[in-house]
């Protein structure tokens, strides 16, 4: 019985001196920890995207009236806008896979039909892109959807760039932030945040020159505004 408690020890030794000898080899060696895990990757790499960001340039005088047609009647406060819901106007958007839905403060998240299809395409297309490049599971945040009249004015308080004239009082205008996106990767460099920013840019080009879409790139809320056409 003592022998037999000695040579477990033993092993439990030996097991114990591989197991630590792997984590060394694998905390000193970058090459393999790069290569087997990738998600643990810290080195910055040039992922070589072009900026699209600066092409979505589109402004609200030039597209206001088309996207006012497009859209729904200005919803004066939340009555109104249940009852654009309840007559099948506006659809619920939520959090999934592929982007998450942030806490409005100044907008509801409801779109018509025609833009919850386009943030849907979106969010494919930006996945599909970025995954090539080892970036999977990538989700961007959608900050900004409908407003009503009461939501515009409160935000004009806090915003002067807002207007009073927003796509986003028709229902067919949402925001999304290109500073918070996640990838299921340990650390996310400067160099993956730029290629995911710059990515979600290109796509939004894409559909935009496709005519599906107006965008503009928002420096000071450090978001894409989207528009469905």
């Given at each position: 019985?003592?022998?037999?408690k000695v040579?477990?020890?033993?092993?439990?030794?030996?097991?114990?001196?591989?197991?630590?000898?792997?984590?060394?080899?694998?905390?000193?060696?970058?090459?393999?920890?790069?290569?087997?895990?990738?998600?643990?990757?810290?080195?910055?790499?040039?992922?070589?995207?072009?900026?699209?960001?600066?092409?979505?340039?589109?402004?609200?005088?030039?597209?206001?009236?088309?996207?006012?047609?497009?859209?729904?009647?200005?919803c004066r406060?939340?009555?109104?806008?249940?009852?654009?819901?309840?007559?099948?106007?506006?659809?619920?958007?939520?959090?999934?896979?592929?982007?998450?839905?942030?806490?409005?403060?100044?907008?509801?998240?409801?779109?018509?039909?025609?833009?919850?299809?386009?943030?849907?395409?979106?969010?494919?297309?930006?996945?599909?892109?970025?995954?090539?490049?080892?970036?999977?599971?990538?989700?961007?945040?959608?900050?900004?959807?409908?407003?009503?009249?009461?939501?515009?004015?409160?935000?004009?308080?806090?915003?002067?760039?807002?207007?009073?004239?927003?796509?986003?009082?028709?229902?067919?205008?949402?925001?999304?932030?290109?500073?918070?996106?996640?990838?299921?990767?340990?650390?996310?460099?400067?160099?993956?945040?730029?290629?995911?920013?710059?990515?979600?840019?290109?796509?939004?080009?894409?559909?935009?020159?496709?005519?599906?879409?107006?965008?503009?790139?928002?420096?000071?809320?450090?978001?894409?505004?989207?528009?469905?056409?």
């Amino acid at each position: 019985m003592e022998f037999v408690k000695v040579r477990i020890f033993f092993f439990l030794k030996i097991f114990s001196l591989i197991l630590l000898f792997t984590i060394i080899f694998f905390i000193l060696n970058k090459n393999v920890r790069n290569h087997l895990f990738p998600f643990f990757n810290t080195r910055c790499l040039e992922y070589k995207q072009k900026d699209f960001s600066r092409k979505l340039n589109d402004r609200i005088v030039d597209y206001s009236a088309e996207a006012k047609r497009n859209g729904i009647n200005v919803c004066r406060n939340y009555r109104d806008l249940k009852k654009r819901i309840s007559d099948g106007k506006l659809v619920r958007v939520k959090s999934g896979n592929r982007y998450t839905v942030d806490r409005m403060t100044f907008s509801s998240p409801y779109v018509t039909n025609d833009s919850k299809i386009l943030l849907d395409e979106i969010a494919r297309r930006f996945r599909d892109k970025v995954s090539q490049k080892g970036l999977n599971g990538a989700r961007f945040v959608v900050t900004s959807m409908t407003r009503e009249t009461d939501n515009v004015k409160r935000l004009r308080k806090n915003n002067r760039n807002s207007s009073e004239n927003s796509p986003h009082l028709y229902g067919n205008a949402f925001d999304i932030s290109y500073k918070r996106i996640n990838a299921r990767k340990w650390i996310l460099t400067n160099c993956d945040k730029k290629f995911l920013k710059d990515a979600l840019g290109e796509v939004i080009w894409q559909l935009r020159e496709e005519k599906k879409c107006w965008a503009t790139y928002e420096r000071m809320q450090n978001c894409f505004h989207v528009v469905a056409r």
